[in-house]
């Protein structure tokens, strides 16, 4: 059900969007069937299960940027069939989409965003088949757009948001979301503006915890230059609980996008922030830097394109509540016959109701691709990650690479071959494992 509710979202929100010719021309798929052979596919410590697996699934991105509709919708829904009766056959799918419709041109806007993802159930045991869930943030709402006097412009907003996991009912909530803001052009590229923003979240289930109130007011600076792209955010924020006191802070968050020379870019995210898993659910993972989308997000199980499969995130899957700070930075270079890029990331998680899952994440990750001619291609990565939980003195190393060779033999036809081999040492009694994992794909793709 969840699967199918996800994917009816992301439908939408493509087909609100769509007429005509423009389907034709921006809607993009393909459909692929992988054979995965995994040699200890629970992630155990003794005792390895292994098994085959058979994977069809489908991919499909939708993109358009009119006057009245702005649409960015990706997707990949992925049916997975285990050879061992030790695991159930699982449906999952990963999507990101949002939907801007200018309902009255300059004046009123409606906003769709939905973000749907697997994750982990228990985030301190292993990534593996039993232990994964479906999530799906959904954010939907108007924005009224007005002027306020010479040179200044002003947007209201407001907007409902659910969220919901398959198996950790303490996730599911409803929220309003309310905002003010105030914008000044300083000269052509640049902008300063504040904002006033407030959030009720209300939890479906009564073991979640106390319902709470979120508000928080910065001051925002962007400046779009031909090679240098910056969003600042500056101001206070305050937290309070139904049931549970309150809880106030700074607020600071930047991201920084330059574009070194023609083929390379340098990115930079950094946070100090309240959050929970939601929140962070529907920030975005990719920044533009003169034209080109550069990933965002922490990487610390690499920018994994050799498994072709639908990844578990590493976000905490609960209703609490967190002091995040993050620092990120991504390197890329691209040229016609290479792409390469480096991922260093730190995060640092204090959780206001439980501890257990305090934490401190480091990781780093590369990946290079290297085309042989036009149709073939080799690419490979690695990743390591070490997280400390300083509540339980648990320490978890995990290191992740892989390689692969692809190879377009038509148009539309292609194949893939690929190896992936994980492991992880943890301080925790039967967390610690290595697995080795060996990837068959064919796609075709529109």
Do not use: C
């Not at 995210?269 to 003169?290: C, E, H, I, R």
């Not at 998680?349 to 080799?378: A, F, M, R, W």
Request: glycine letters at 8%; zero cysteines.
């Amino acid at each position: 059900m969840a699967v199918r509710t996800t994917l009816a979202r992301a439908i939408i929100i493509a087909l609100a969007a769509s007429s005509g010719r423009a389907w034709a021309s921006q809607f993009d798929y393909s459909i692929y069937v992988t054979g995965e052979h995994s040699d200890n596919a629970a992630l155990t410590t003794s005792d390895p299960i292994s098994t085959n697996v058979l994977a069809p699934g489908v991919t499909f991105a939708y993109n358009q940027q009119g006057s009245a509709v702005q649409a960015n919708v990706n997707g990949n829904v992925e049916y997975r069939d285990y050879s061992s009766s030790e695991f159930a056959n699982q449906t999952l799918a990963q999507i990101a989409g949002q939907l801007n419709w200018s309902m009255i041109p300059q004046r009123l806007d409606l906003m769709v965003q939905d973000a749907a993802g697997v994750a982990p159930v228990n985030s301190l045991a292993a990534n593996a088949p039993g232990n994964q869930q479906q999530t799906n943030v959904l954010a939907i709402g108007p924005t009224l757009r007005f002027n306020v006097g010479e040179g200044m412009t002003g947007d209201a907003e407001l907007h409902y948001i659910n969220s919901y996991a398959s198996r950790e009912d303490e996730f599911n909530s409803s929220r309003g979301d309310a905002a003010l803001r105030l914008f000044r052009d300083i000269s052509p590229t640049d902008q300063l503006s504040g904002n006033v923003e407030y959030e009720h979240v209300d939890f479906s289930s009564s073991t979640a915890g106390s319902n709470y109130d979120d508000y928080s007011a910065y001051v925002r600076y962007t400046s779009r230059l031909a090679k240098l792209t910056l969003d600042a955010d500056l101001g206070w924020s305050n937290v309070d609980f139904t049931q549970g006191g309150s809880y106030s802070s700074p607020l600071a968050r930047v991201v920084l996008g330059w574009s070194l020379t023609p083929r390379s870019t340098i990115t930079v995210n950094g946070a100090y922030q309240y959050a929970d898993a939601a929140q962070d659910m529907l920030q975005p993972t990719t920044v533009s830097v003169a034209g080109e989308l550069v990933p965002l997000e922490p990487v610390t199980q690499a920018i994994d394109q050799t498994r072709g499969t639908i990844g578990v995130g590493n976000i905490v899957i609960s209703s609490d509540v967190y002091k995040e700070r993050l620092l990120s930075a991504t390197y890329s270079y691209r040229d016609e016959v290479m792409n390469f890029s480096v991922v260093p990331s730190y995060d640092k998680l204090d959780y206001i109701n439980s501890t257990t899952l305090n934490q401190v994440g480091k990781g780093l990750g590369l990946t290079l691709e290297y085309k042989i001619s036009p149709t073939v291609s080799v690419s490979g990565f690695a990743s390591g990650s070490r997280i400390t939980y300083d509540t339980i003195d648990r320490l978890d190393k995990a290191y992740r690479y892989g390689v692969a060779f692809s190879h377009q033999f038509t148009q539309h036809w292609s194949w893939g071959a690929s190896y992936v081999r994980q492991t992880q040492n943890s301080d925790a009694v039967g967390q610690s494992y290595h697995e080795n994992e060996y990837f068959l794909t064919v796609t075709y793709k529109r």
